[in-house]
């Protein structure tokens, strides 16, 4: 018992570190990101200046050439003109020169702070990277330390593997979390920001170049609004796909893979035999769901095909589905599962109680099936009352 109380207090304390640590790790990656968007602000006003300068810079160094050969010419023929000329041009000559040695030292100023700005952006880009990287490895220690391996345990025999399969999973979960973390900022949440700042000028262009300017940004606005509602859309849709609790598995299926044909240059043929307005569990439509949809991502990632097949039939008492490419294959043998996309099939298949395989060689494509069988009970559609 005294052995039990020593280790949970270890735990506990190891859980308190790595938190404080995360904490910590997460604050320094805070502070380079807002460092790094406020020098990138700067940045792009510093090159505005640049170039302001720069027009400047020919336009003095226009107007003093003109001086010069004004006070060259009125040094040459003095007796022409009078005092108050000569002194005119010579203190207009001066002024354009030392005009034009000022702006020439401002533009060496902001190149310099702009080529400081550049080197500086690029360091707070490697310590965002790698901080990220920490957080995540620290967040899987932490959930490992705190999470309940016991189910996992009575899965597998070897305390390696338990090991192994518990780190895995908790990987694969925060992966999942940062991918959809990421696709929020880099999409809806950048989309939004450039709409809140077009939206404030609005008002500046109407002022300066009309109602029919104006307008044009408005137009503007309502186009990036509808772009990032489709991709708020997608972002939920690939989460939880809403018409898999409406329809059912088959058109659910149909139309994520013709969205995918329009999103990508792959030509995706889809096919159904059996009885498709057949229901399952929703545990098992979202299980072989997920299976399809890991399976045809992985090849439009990694296999570069040109066409993919998925044919499914359905069943009261199995299903079957096929998933081939054209791609540029792989050999299974060789250990490509470090992508975590082929064990996770895998393991989804054997929670369902189903058998998967893969067929692929180099440079012959990929063949996925799986079969799954079930009682009638799983079925629920209307053929089956």
Known sequence: MSTKLSLDE???????????????????????????????????????NVSSVIDKTERTEMQARFARNRL????????????????????????????LAVLEQEEKQLRERRDTIERRLLQLEGTMERAEA????????????????????????????????????IEAQEEERKRVAREIH???AQMIANVLLRSELVERVKS??????????????????????????????DLRPMALDDL?????????????????????????????????????????????????????????????????EL?????????KDDGKGFDPSAGNENSFGLMGMRERINALGGKLTIDSAPGKGTVIMLHLTF???????????
Do not use: C, W
């Open 10 to 48: 270890i735990i506990d304390q190891m859980l308190s570190t790595v938190g404080d640590s995360k904490e910590q790790i997460f604050e320094i990656s805070e502070k380079s990101r807002k460092e790094y968007e406020s020098l990138q602000k700067e940045l792009n006003e510093v090159r505005d």
């Open 72 to 99: 060259a010419e009125v040094s040459r023929h003095f007796k022409d003109y009078t005092n108050e000329d000569v002194k005119k041009a010579y203190e207009r000559a001066n002024e354009l020169q030392v005009n």
């Open 134 to 169: 920490l957080v995540s490895q620290v967040t899987v220690v932490y959930n490992f330390l705190a999470g309940d391996l016991k189910e996992v345990g009575e899965m597998v025999e070897d305390a390696k593997e338990k090991q192994q399969f518990g780190l895995k999973i």
């Open 186 to 188: 880099d999409g809806p």
């Open 208 to 237: 300066e170049q009309g109602m029919d300017k104006a307008l044009e940004e408005i137009q503007d606005l309502r186009t990036m609004i509808k772009s990032s509602l489709a991709e708020v859309r997608r972002i939920i849709y």
């Open 248 to 312: 059912g598995l088959v058109p659910t299926l149909n139309k994520y893979l013709s969205n995918l044909e329009e999103e990508t240059n792959m030509n995706v043929r889809f096919s159904s035999l059996g009885q498709s307005d057949i229901r399952l569990s929703p545990n098992l439509e979202v299980g072989l769901f997920r299976i399809v949809q890991e399976a045809v991502q992985n090849a439009y990632k990694h296999a570069e095909p040109t066409d993919v097949q998925v044919k499914i």
């Open 315 to 323: 069943k009261h008492s199995y299903v079957s589905i096929v998933i």
């Open 375 to 385: 009682d009638g009970s799983a079925g629920q559609g209307s053929d089956s009352a």
